[in-house]
C-alpha cells in the first residue's frame, strides 16, 4: 500500500497553512518523544535542552580525518567531479554559483555513511522516539562575497503545505563543514519558537519550489510574526568549528545572512522524519514537489551504524 494516503481518508488537519490570512496555532506534538535513560545518545540536560529551545549544537562529534573526508566529497560534488542526477543541483540567484546539492545519500557513498552515522541518525531516532528515514538531504553552499541569504522560514510549514508531511515529527541535523562564525552568514535561530506554528497567508504558486529554492516568499512568516517572535525568544547564531552537528525541530524558526565575507559557509543537511510520519497528499498545494525535495512512497528505516566513517 502507498504511503501517500487519499485526500478522502485524511484526519482534520492540526496545521492549516497558506490561508486568506496569518495566524498562530498551538503546537499539538511533542518535541521530544523518547524518555531520557541512561545509554541514550543525549546527555539528559542536552534532551531537556533540545525540549526547551528546540534545537542543540554538539562539538567535537567528529575526528579531524573525518572532517577532512567530508570537506573533499563537497568539494568533489560541488566542483563537477561527480556526476549528479539532473535538477538536484540548485544555483545562487544571479549567478551559476552552487548554491545547494540535494539527494546526498544517493550520490555520494560517504554523506550515505554519515547519514547513517549513529552520531547523527541515532540521536534523530532517540528525539522522535521511533526508526527514522531521511526525507531530504542537501550540501547548503554560501560562497564569500557574494552567499544570499536564507529568508527566516520554517521547515514544517513548507513540508507540511507542499509536501504533506502530517506532524511535527521530523529534525535536521547540519554537519559544518566550514568554520561558522557571526561573520559568515551562520544558521540562526529562535529559541522556543517551535512551540508555536505560524500559518502563514497566501496561496501556493505552481511549481514554487522552482523560485523558492532560490530566494522563498511564500509561506513565510509577516515581519510582524517574525518581530514578535524574536521578542519574546530572542535570536541565537549556531557557531562552531567544522564537524561541529546542529539539530533542530522541524517547526524551530531560522535563516541566515548573506556573506560578504570571504570565508565560504558550507554545510551537510540531513532531515530525518519518523517513519510513523510518513508522507500524504500535501495540505496546501495542488501537487506534491518533486522527490529531490522529499521521499515519496514505500519509505525504508535507516540501519543506524556505529564507528568511524570510512
Known amino acids: ?73 563537497s568539494a568533489a560534488l560541488r566542483g563537477g567531479e561527480r556526476k549528479l542526477e539532473a535538477g538536484s543541483v540548485i544555483t545562487e540567484p544571479g549567478s ?41 538531504s542537501r550540501l547548503n553552499y554560501k560562497p564569500g562575497f557574494t ?43 529562535m529559541p522556543g519558537s517551535h512551540k508555536h506554528f505560524i500559518a502563514c497567508a497566501g496561496e501556493t504558486p505552481e511549481d514554487n519550489h522552482k523560485s523558492s529554492l532560490k530566494k522563498q516568499e511564500v509561506g513565510v512568516p509577516s515581519h510582524e510574526a517574525l518581530a514578535k517572535l524574536a521578542s519574546e525568544h530572542g535570536i541565537t547564531a549556531a557557531t562552531g568549528k567544522a564537524g561541529t552537528l546542529v539539530l533542530f525541530d522541524c517547526n524551530t524558526m531560522h535563516g541566515s545572512n548573506g556573506n560578504i565575507t570571504p570565508f565560504a559557509r558550507s ?23 518533486p522527490d529531490f525535495l522529499a521521499e515519496r512512497g514505500e519509505a525504508k528505516p535507516i540501519e543506524i551504524i556505529s564507528g568511524r566513517l570510512d
Open 147 to 189: 552567499g544570499k541569504e536564507f529568508y527566516w522560514h520554517s521547515d514544517f510549514e513548507t513540508w507540511h503545505a507542499e509536501d504533506g508531511m502530517p506532524r511535527m515529527r521530523a529534525v535536521s541535523a547540519s554537519l559544518l563543514l566550514t568554520d561558522n562564525d557571526a561573520l559568515n552568514g551562520p544558521l540562526m535561530l
Open 1 to 73: 500500500m502507498s504511503a501517500i494516503s487519499s485526500t478522502n481518508e485524511r484526519r482534520p488537519d492540526p496545521y492549516p497553512s497558506r490561508l486568506p490570512e496569518e495566524r498562530w496555532l498551538p503546537r499539538e506534538d511533542k518535541t521530544v518523544w523518547s524518555q531520557w535513560r541512561p545509554d541514550a545518545p543525549l546527555t539528559a540536560q542536552q534532551a531537556d535542552q533540545f525540549d526547551r529551545d528546540g534545537f542543540i549544537v554538539l562539538k567535537d562529534l567528529f575526528s579531524e580525518a573525518e572532517v577532512k573526508a567530508l570537506v573533499a566529497e
Open 96 to 136: 551559476d554559483e552552487v548554491r545547494t546539492v540535494f539527494k546526498l545519500p544517493e550520490q555520494s557513498p560517504l554523506f550515505n555513511r554519515l547519514a547513517r552515522d549513529r552520531r547523527v541518525a541515532g540521536i534523530a531516532s532517540f528525539i522522535l522516539g521511533d526508526d527514522v528515514y531521511v526525507h531530504q
Open 267 to 289: 554545510n551537510a543537511f540531513f532531515v530525518f522524519n519518523a517513519m510513523s510520519n510518513q508522507l500524504e497528499e500535501p495540505f496546501g498545494a495542488k501537487k506534491p514537489r
